[in-house]
């Protein structure tokens, strides 16, 4: 047998096969059968006709007619599924198993397709260069039939359904008429008609010719459109049998069966429909035959009907009209283009995908109230949603609503991750746009809601780093200005560069946000709660930049990106100083931001090089088209903050990055010779001296000094003339001189350091101690005579109308290096006092007198109050949006204001003066008196009164400008201090300055505690400061307390006199419990006195708020509490009191009585609740301190001031006093300690009983009736010893139950009885007595309690108690009993005893 061939076989084997089955002569297992070409034409085709319709077939022998079942069958999955899947595990074989199939399954018989019906149709020959296109009208029956198999496209329906309608429109002509006919006998209004559908009655429905709101389209069946027609024919032939009545019966039966929802969709639709032919032109509207008369409607009730709907459409028609219009198909004439005959498929219009070519309809207008989306033009400005731009602008686009101009928020989002360029980069230029504007505040009074907050909550900061990565530059440069339109504050920068020349100028606070408590630790144990770097490495960059935007930007690698645009990019100029201006943001936000910044790889070494050099060519233009290679003022800018952030900082700066080579550089060449622009060379050489001064408030680069001695004296003395000319002075010129002179004051407190340090460093004896700085002070020595010149010519200048302006700017700078002068001078070993005295004296009569007296100074004084921060609060309101993320100074609300920080600012004159006032008054005692008409102005007095009882709000926007008017308040007290003693008219305002004072000790900000420190050891204990205790208040007060007669609190104005005579020893107390601060104190009083070589930052420390609590008196008592181990309900734990405990609170009680009685305007910034939560301390602390003689005493004189009525009213026990939940966890507290360690003691009975008012919430009468009913046992408080009204307890009347049977119970069992208790006695009798006969109506289970407490009193056995509360009248402290009563029952109340117990006894009887 012949074997078959295999895969394997190769051509020879396959010829060898060949001949063997030919020699053997078998028969072959497959039959070939030729059929007749097709293609020869009619003759072979009548040929294979005579010899049979044979088709050629293709038979394999051993192959069955049906395949075989498969066992088991293959599942029927996706084969590309299975291939993608396969396990480890499995066998190779057998998957090649599982895909092996059986023959059949891929070979079977093989038919060749029946073709001899199939039509040709030869191509026809015609005159044009391509064949004719075959229409779909040509296989118009083929798509007929193949309507009802598979599925067919939107499209191909939609054409299909046009078709069918076209010819049910021609074979209906006959049913038109009839039903035309048949119009005038049925009423012309259908059954949904009140729909507001488009068939409002038949005469509508014959013109168009069959119903509108039905199509047919979901029969299923090829012909819809004549079913359709003859169910339409049966409702009309129906609603002729009905009348006018049954009609509309049947109607409303309709609506009311019908979902409202499916009436309200079938009323909105409004789909246009032709009548009669398609020739038509324009549509019919239900509203075109709504106006037209209906035949037959003489029905009032259907008229009515229809005026109702005619009435209501004509309420919609303002709103719907432009809808309407937009809805009108496009016509050939309104066509820009028209379409010719010789353009291919153009010969048919289509409205609908020629829509976009026509003009956009004017923008409708919006009757709603509603909030419509914001949007955008090119520059940020928020278009109007009314307005009507022209198209040309490119404003109109495809969105959702193309006749509306401008872009929304979230288009432009969608717009930036385009993949063509120009539309990313328009979108983030836009962006910018708006967030420059959203900056500057222009949104608030047209937008609701934060754009900036918006903006990046929804990613604008992702956004922004995934656009700077763009390989696109442009893309990359708008990213960048779009960084800097959210970072960067340009007016912010500038008041921070016009406050650099002022006292502590270079100082400022970081601009971190507000720090937020993590409440995930609170209750674990301090080894187990996580650090703050821990926390941080946790979060996501969308953590991070949620709360810190710059501290985000930091996490998402933002330097080393910048940081390639500046070294691989090369940016154009706008983008190299938005670059500059991001980073100086950046150093403002932390010395940790400006330690990254430093540490970035090449970030420095790239800017220094490229825009700081040493050598250039000179600019070709005024505006070059590249900043490589040409200095840049923002470059020296940035090392400035960068430096400014700590003296390590600084010395990397100057040390590692060639600072001092800059410095060289920049200070020495004349801007004139710098080969720059004018204002670009003025601003580069001012930012040198800047960055010099900063280095030499630490002490460092002063050997560059002693270098540039010859040049630094010659710009002074070039600017001492450029001020004495009449000729006016730019303000790049102003600025330039201001900061020469700032450096020569650090420098000279540099120098006037130096000996010290150098005693320090041969005392040290191994100890760190810094190293003296390389100047001396015989170098600066020769810069006093110059200045002084100077001085005294800018003030002969403010004479001058013209150098007025130039003259106010440059004293200030004069006047604080004059100041550092002196008060350096008077600690040098070459000291010579009669000179010194000499020349004080001169600068005194012919600078300093002349000055205080000038107008412009008197005019800068009486501004004090309007422009003052503290007194005007709303001042530091936000001009612009704020952002909690983003901290800023808010400075642009402060460009045109008379601020603080305004442009006529009066902070930068007064306070040098007030700082060379008191250093002159401290060096010659003489001079003092000479300054007291300064104080005793009324601008000045005016002032002070208005800080007193000031609440200035603390912000970023307000601290910084606080920060300066503090160190104005604390100059104008000191001077005024040392006036009280020589001068009697200033003596006479002394309670003025001590208010103050004590006012500015709480509001003084971090970085400011060596002021607060030098306020309490100097003038808030100063007894000159209280001449209250001087002219006999003390007696007034004991004569005011007499009326007390209680043994137990004793005179007021004898506590008084003790306090008084106290008053080192309390301030000694308060110092002592300030100690923590001392750190903060060194470092303040370092950086205020100019001591620049243990000078660490100047960055101020992170603002959080105030440096003492607003409740600082009562620090000691606090400490004392937290000190034993307490906590806000806790137990009391036994234990001796530390030493001297009992001497400190006497210190704290008595500086609280002495505030309480004449400065109490000081302590209404403490709410009354935590002054009664404070002074519970004395109770808490021990068992024993309240026991103490002066403590009691001292404490019953507070506690008389607390219940005094103006206090008492305000005292709301309702809200939280701060540092604790609630005030009754501390009542809970004192409860428990009453019960424990009170001994009866009245003053501990006082303030148990105060929180029981009627007022007040009754779960504390309830935990004193229920839980602790066991200490009205010892709870003796007479009712004379009470200081509040007993009426404050009784009324109103009770209306707790569950608190009336407590007092109930309390009196029968005896727990509460009248000589143990009196003052809860009367209040439970005066309450359960209104109770049980009042006849007010009140729900039934009140009125059965009632009922039950009247029978159960009648019933007491007890006659006493019997008595009382059924005779009780009014309570009245000063009777035995504490009340009066009745001597017989009034008849009302006796009629109501006797009706409730009869009613008791005839139930009983039965």
């Known amino acids: 047998m012949l074997r078959r061939p295999k895969p394997t076989d190769s051509e020879a084997d396959l010829l060898r096969e060949q001949q063997e089955l030919l020699a053997a002569g078998a028969r072959s297992s497959v039959a070939v059968l030729k059929r007749a070409d097709k293609r020869r034409g009619d003759a072979a085709a009548a040929e294979a006709q005579e010899q049979g319709d044979q088709r050629d077939v293709v038979t394999i022998e051993d192959l069955p007619d049906e395949l075989p079942t498969l066992t088991p069958a293959p599942p029927k999955k996706s084969r590309f599924k299975q291939e993608r899947v396969h396990f ?118 014959d013109r168009v010719g069959g119903p509108v709101l039905l199509t047919g389209q979901g029969l299923g069946i090829a012909n819809s459109a004549m079913e359709t027609m003859k169910i339409h024919e049966e409702n009309q032939s129906k609603l002729q049998t009905m009348s006018q009545s049954e009609i509309l019966e049947e109607q409303r039966k309709l609506l009311a069966q019908l979902d409202p929802r499916l009436v309200e969709f079938v009323r909105s639709r409004k789909a246009p429909r032709t009548p009669g032919s398609e020739s038509a032109s324009g549509p019919v509207h239900r509203e075109d035959f709504l106006n037209e008369p209906l035949p037959n409607s003489t029905s009032p009730e259907l008229d009515h009907t229809v005026k109702a709907q005619e009435s209501q459409r004509d309420t919609m028609e303002d709103d719907e009209e432009d809808e309407n219009q937009l809805q009108a198909p496009i016509t050939g004439e309104e066509l820009s283009i028209k379409p010719q005959k010789e353009w291919l498929h153009m010969d048919k219009v289509e ?123 442009g893309v990359m440069s708008a990213a960048v200005h779009a960084l800097r339109a959210l970072l960067v504050s340009s007016d912010d920068e500038k008041c921070l560069d016009n406050a650099f020349p002022w006292l502590l100028g270079m100082a400022s606070f970081p601009l971190l946000p507000t720090a937020q408590e993590d409440e995930d630790d609170e209750g674990l144990d301090e080894t187990i709660k996580e650090t703050a770097r821990e926390k941080e490495e946790k979060k996501t960059d969308h953590d991070v930049a949620r709360q810190d935007v710059v501290k985000g930007f930091l996490k998402m690698q933002g330097l080393p990106r910048l940081r390639y645009i500046l070294e691989v990019v090369r940016p154009s100029p706008r983008v190299v100083l938005d670059i500059l201006e991001v980073l100086i943001r950046i150093a403002r936000h932390s010395a940790a931001a400006a330690t990254q910044i430093l540490a970035c790889p090449r970030l420095m070494n790239t800017v220094i090089s490229e825009f700081l050099p040493c050598s250039w060519a000179p600019a070709t233009s005024q505006a070059p088209s590249s900043l490589y290679g040409l200095p840049v003022a923002l470059a020296m800018k940035l090392l400035r903050v960068l430096a400014s952030a700590g003296r390590h900082a600084c010395a990397r700066i100057l040390n590692s990055f060639g600072g001092k080579e800059l410095l060289s550089r920049f200070v020495v060449v004349e801007p004139s010779e710098m080969l720059l622009e004018t204002g670009e060379a003025l601003r580069c050489s001012t930012e040198a001296l800047r960055l010099f001064a900063v280095a030499a408030g630490y002490g460092q680069a002063c050997n560059l000094y002693t270098d540039l001695y010859p040049v630094l ?94 003259a106010l700017i440059l004293l200030p700078s004069y006047l604080l290096y004059i100041e550092a002068y002196y008060s350096q001078l008077c600690v040098q070993s070459s000291f010579q006092p009669v000179q010194c005295l000499q020349e004080l004296e001169s600068l005194t009569s012919d600078v300093l007198l002349p000055l205080i007296s000038h107008q412009a100074m008197q005019n800068i004084t009486s501004s004090f109050r309007s422009s003052s921060m503290i007194c005007n609060p709303g001042l530091s309101a936000a001009g612009g949006e704020l952002v909690p993320s983003l901290p800023s100074l808010g400075c642009s609300r402060l460009k045109t204001s008379s601020t603080m920080a305004g442009p006529s600012t009066p902070l930068s004159l007064p306070t040098p003066l007030l700082y060379l006032l008191n250093t002159i008054s401290s060096i010659h005692k003489g001079l003092i008196k000479k300054f007291s008409h300064l104080i005793l102005s009324d601008s000045v007095l005016s002032y002070l009164r208005s800080c007193i009882g000031a609440k200035p709000s603390v912000s970023h926007m307000s601290a910084w400008i606080l920060h300066h008017e503090h160190h104005l308040l604390y100059l104008l007290l000191r001077l005024a201090h040392k006036l009280v003693p020589v001068d009697p008219e200033v003596a006479k305002h002394a309670a003025l300055f001590h208010q103050v004072s004590l006012a500015l000790v709480s509001w003084l900000l971090p970085g400011s505690e060596y002021l607060a420190h030098e306020l309490m050891s100097v003038m808030t204990f100063c007894h000159s400061l209280l001449p209250e205790g001087v002219h006999g208040e003390t007696e007034v007060a004991a004569l005011a307390e007499m009326q007390l007669k209680d043994r137990t609190s004793p005179a007021v104005g004898a506590l008084l006199r003790d306090a008084l005579q106290h008053l080192p020893s309390i301030r000694g107390c308060y110092l002592t419990h300030l100690a923590h601060l001392e750190s903060s104190v060194l470092s303040s009083r370092d950086r205020y006195l100019g001591r620049t070589p243990f000078v660490c930052s100047h960055l101020l420390p992170e603002l959080t708020g105030p440096s003492l609590p607003s409740d600082w008196p009562f620090l000691p008592l606090i400490s004392l509490y937290e000190r034993m181990g307490l906590s806000a309900g806790g137990e009391q734990q036994v234990e001796s009191l530390p030493a001297g405990s009992v001497q400190s609170v006497t210190h704290c009680l008595q500086w609280l009585l002495v505030l309480e009685s004449w400065r109490e305007q000081v302590l209404t910034v403490v709410p009354p609740v935590a002054k009664l939560a404070r002074l519970a301390c004395v109770f808490l602390c021990s068992s024993d301190l309240f026991l103490e003689r002066p403590v009691q005493e001292l404490t019953w004189a507070l506690f008389h001031g607390l219940t005094r009525p103006a206090q008492l009213e305000a005292l709301d026990l309702g809200s939280p006093p701060p540092g604790l939940a609630s005030f009754h966890d501390l009542y809970s507290a004192l409860l428990a300690q009453y019960e424990a360690v009170s001994f009866g003691d009245p003053l501990f009975g006082c303030f148990m009983l105060l929180p029981l008012q009627r007022r007040y919430s009754v779960t504390m009468r309830l935990a004193v009736f229920g839980e602790h009913v066991g200490m009205m046992r010892f709870l003796g408080v007479s009712l004379q010893q009470l200081p509040i009204p007993l009426e404050k307890f009784t009324s109103p009347m009770e209306d707790s139950l569950p608190l009336l049977r407590l007092y109930f119970r309390a009196l029968v069992t005896g727990a509460l009885k009248r000589n143990w208790c009196p003052v809860l006695y009367v209040v439970a009798v005066a309450h359960l007595n209104a109770f049980i006969f009042s006849q007010d109506e009140v729900a039934e289970e009140k009125e059965v309690a009632r009922q039950g407490l009247l029978r159960k009193t009648y019933f007491l056995t007890d006659e006493v108690l019997k008595k009382h509360l059924l005779l009780f009248r009014l309570p009245q402290k000063n009777s035995e009993l504490g009340f009066s009563t009745y001597e017989e029952l009034p008849p009302i109340r006796a009629r109501r005893l006797e009706s409730i117990v009869e009613t008791k006894k005839k139930g009983g009887e039965r």
């Open 351 to 473: 409205p609908e995908k020629l829509e976009w070519t026509r003009d956009l309809p004017a923008p409708r207008k919006q009757s709603t109230k509603k909030a419509m989306q914001a949007r955008f033009d090119f520059a940020g400005t928020l278009i109007p949603p009314t307005k009507d731009l022209p198209t040309h602008l490119g404003l109109h686009h495809h969105g959702e609503e193309p006749e509306l101009a401008g872009y929304s928020l979230q288009e432009l989002f969608l717009l930036s991750r385009s993949q063509l360029n120009q539309q990313r980069n328009l979108a983030v230029s836009t962006l910018a746009n708006v967030l420059a504007k959203a900056r500057a505040g222009e949104y608030i009074s047209s937008l609701k809601g934060s754009v900036l907050s918006s903006l990046l909550d929804a990613g604008l900061l992702f956004l922004l780093r995934f656009s700077l990565d763009d390989s696109v530059e």
């Open 713 to 806: 004296v010659k710009r002074l003395q070039a600017g001492n003339r450029l001020c004495a000319s009449s000729e006016s002075v730019s303000f790049l010129e102003l600025d330039r001189i201001e900061a020469l002179i700032v450096l020569l004051t650090r420098v000279t407190q540099t120098a006037g350091c130096h000996e010290e340090l150098q005693r320090d460093l041969v005392s040290a004896q191994g100890t760190e101690c810094p190293p003296a700085p390389p100047v001396v002070w015989s170098h600066v020595t020769g810069l006093q005579p110059t200045v002084i010149s100077s001085l005294k010519g800018c003030v002969r200048a403010l004479d001058s109308p013209a150098q007025m302006s130039s």
């Open 88 to 205: 480890e595990d499995e066998d190779p074989e057998e998957r090649l198993d599982r895909h092996d199939t059986h023959i059949s399954a891929v070979l079977s018989r093989i038919i060749e397709r029946d073709t001899s019906a199939a039509p040709v149709s030869l191509p026809s020959i015609t005159g044009t260069a391509f064949p004719k296109v075959l229409h779909r009208s040509v296989m118009e029956s083929e798509g007929q039939e193949k309507a009802l198999r598979g599925r067919k496209s939107i499209f191909a329906r939609q054409i299909a359904a046009q078709r069918a309608k076209k010819e049910d429109a021609q074979s209906l002509n006959g049913s038109e008429t009839r039903d035309q006919s048949s119009s005038s006998r049925h009423v012309g209004v259908s059954p949904l008609d009140n729909m507001e559908t488009e068939q409002p009655g038949s005469v509508v429905m």
